[in-house]
C-alpha cells in the first residue's frame, strides 16, 4: 500500500523557474480572430466558429462542463490539480526522477525547429509558461476556443515541421491515427455542408509550455476536435497525458482513402472481455444499460474522483494478464516506442491493482464502454450516440450523447490519463522542483 499526501498547489517558486520573458516577448498569447483554413491568414490564435450538430450542439460531445463546449466550469487551474484519485488523496509515492536511457533529443529538437519556423507574432500566440493553466484548457469539441499556432494558418513549411515534431513524438501508429482523426474530422465537415471553420484538417492547434530544453522541463499541447494531446518532456521522461482521440465517424472514405478507426481499441477490450470466465464476466459487466455517454475522465474532468469498479486484476491467469496489457499498449503505444515501453513497465509494476469494468453487450458490433484503472493509467473508451454523422437512423438523433440516441461504433471517445497527480508531467514538476532548489 501506498501511502496518501495532500497535492502541493503549484507555488509561486514554480512560476519564476518558469517565466522566460525573452522567449515570451511579452506574455502570453493574446486574443485574435481566427479565419478559417481556405483564408489564407496567418493569424494563430483562438480558434473561430462552432458547427452545429444536432439541436444546434456541437459534434464533439460533451466536454465536461459549460453545456460540452470545453472544460467549463469544471475547468481545474494549473495551481490547483490534484489529479485523477480514487478518493481524492494522491497515492504517494508512485513516480520519481530516473534515467530511462530513452533519449529526447529528437522531440526536442523537432520541437525548437517548428518554433523557429513561426513568425514573431505566431510563436508569442502559442508559447506559455511552463505552469500555465494552458495546460488543463484543452477540449475535444469542434466549437471551443483554442490557443496556439493553428495548422491550417501555417505555410506549407510550418506545417511540415509540425508534423515532424508528431512524428518523433508519437510513434507510426500514433501519428497515422492522429492524422485520420483530422481527416474523418474534414469528412464530417464535408457531411455536413462543408466551409466550417473547425470542421476541417486545419482546425489543430500547437501550444508550448516552458522551453524545449534536454535538461530542464517543458512540454507541448496538439489539440483540435476530436484530439488533445499532452507532452511533457524532463530530461530523458516522458508523460504523454491526458490523451484523448476521438471521432465521429470512425469508418468513412476521405478523399479516396478508406480509412478506418479504433478497431484495435474495440478489438482488444473484447478479446480481454472474452478470456474471462462467466464469473469473472459477471463481477466485470455492469448491471446498468449503456447510456449515451458513459466517459467520466474527459476535459475538465483533472481532479476527477473515481472509484475502482469491476474485477480486480490480481486473480487474472498469465492468458488474462498478457490480454490486459496488451489491450493497455494499444493506448500507451500512440507514443513513440521507447517511452511506451518505459511506461508498460510502470504498468506491469501495479498490474495485480489494476481494475477492468465493462458497461454494454460483448458482441463484435455492440456498442459498450470499458475502463481500465490502475494508481498509474486510467483508461477509457466508450461507442457514443450519434450527433451528426447518421443520426436520421438514430432513433431520434443523439443530441449530446443524450439518453434518445442509441450509441453506435461510428462515434468512439477514448481517453488515457495517468492519476494520482501525473498527469501533465506534474508530479515529476514537483520533484524537480524539490530537488534543485
Known amino acids: 500500500m501506498h501511502g496518501h499526501r495532500p497535492r502541493t498547489p503549484a507555488t509561486e517558486r514554480s512560476r519564476r523557474w518558469f517565466m522566460n520573458k525573452a522567449l515570451l516577448a511579452g506574455g502570453v498569447a493574446a486574443m485574435a480572430t481566427m479565419t478559417g483554413c481556405s483564408s489564407g491568414s496567418s493569424d494563430t490564435a483562438g480558434a473561430s466558429s462552432s458547427y452545429g450538430g444536432p439541436g444546434g450542439m456541437p459534434s464533439g ?41 530513452v533519449s529526447t533529443d529528437k522531440v526536442v529538437k523537432a520541437a525548437q525547429a517548428f518554433l523557429d519556423g513561426l513568425t514573431t507574432k505566431e510563436r508569442k500566440a502559442s508559447v506559455f509558461e511552463g505552469d500555465d493553466d494552458e495546460w488543463l484548457a484543452w477540449s475535444n469539441v469542434d466549437g471551443y476556443q483554442r490557443e496556439g499556432a493553428r495548422m491550417g494558418d501555417l505555410t506549407d513549411k510550418q506545417r511540415d515541421l509540425g508534423y515532424a515534431l508528431l512524428g518523433v513524438a508519437l510513434s507510426a ?24 471553420d473547425t470542421l476541417t484538417e486545419g482546425a489543430y492547434f500547437f501550444t508550448f509550455m516552458g522551453t524545449p530544453s534536454t535538461s530542464q522541463p517543458w512540454g507541448f499541447q496538439y489539440e483540435g476536435h476530436h484530439v488533445a494531446i499532452n507532452y511533457f518532456v524532463l530530461g530523458d521522461q516522458v508523460v504523454m497525458t491526458p490523451t484523448f482521440m476521438g471521432s465521429e465517424p470512425t469508418s468513412a472514405t476521405y478523399v479516396g482513402e478508406k480509412i478506418t478507426l479504433f478497431k484495435k481499441e474495440t478489438t482488444a477490450g473484447l478479446t480481454l472481455l472474452r478470456s474471462l470466465t462467466d464469473a469473472q464476466r459477471k463481477k466485470v459487466i455492469s448491471s446498468e444499460s449503456k447510456a449515451g455517454d458513459n466517459l467520466k475522465a474527459g476535459a475538465g474532468q483533472d481532479n476527477l474522483e473515481l472509484a475502482h469498479q469491476g474485477l480486480v486484476a490480481s486473480g487474472f491467469t498469465a492468458a488474462q494478464r498478457s490480454a490486459l496489457l496488451d489491450l493497455v499498449r494499444v493506448y500507451v503505444g500512440n507514443m513513440d516506442d521507447g517511452h511506451a515501453e518505459v511506461k508498460m513497465k510502470e504498468v506491469e509494476e501495479h498490474l495485480d491493482d489494476t481494475y477492468f469494468y465493462w458497461i454494454g453487450e460483448t458482441k463484435d458490433s455492440s456498442a459498450f464502454y470499458y475502463r481500465v484503472h490502475s494508481p498509474v493509467v486510467l483508461i477509457e473508451y466508450d461507442a457514443q450516440s450519434p450527433l451528426a454523422y447518421g443520426t436520421k437512423d438514430s432513433n431520434g438523433g443523439g443530441g449530446m450523447g443524450g439518453p434518445n440516441g442509441t450509441p453506435t461504433q461510428q462515434h468512439i471517445h477514448t481517453i488515457i490519463r495517468t492519476p494520482n497527480g501525473g498527469d501533465y508531467g506534474v508530479d515529476l514538476l514537483e520533484l524537480h522542483l524539490e530537488s534543485d532548489h
Not at 466550469?73 to 488523496?89: P, W
Not at 501508429?173 to 466550417?196: H, V
Open 61 to 101: 460531445g460533451p466536454g465536461g462542463g459549460a453545456g460540452g463546449m470545453g472544460p467549463g466550469a469544471s475547468e481545474v487551474k494549473y495551481a490547483d490539480f490534484v489529479g485523477v484519485t480514487t478518493d481524492g488523496k494522491v497515492a504517494d509515492d508512485l513516480y520519481s526522477i530516473h534515467a530511462t536511457d
Open 173 to 196: 501508429e500514433g501519428l497515422t491515427q492522429t492524422r485520420n482523426i483530422m481527416k474523418l474530422n474534414a469528412f464530417l465537415g464535408d457531411y455536413s455542408g462543408g466551409n466550417r
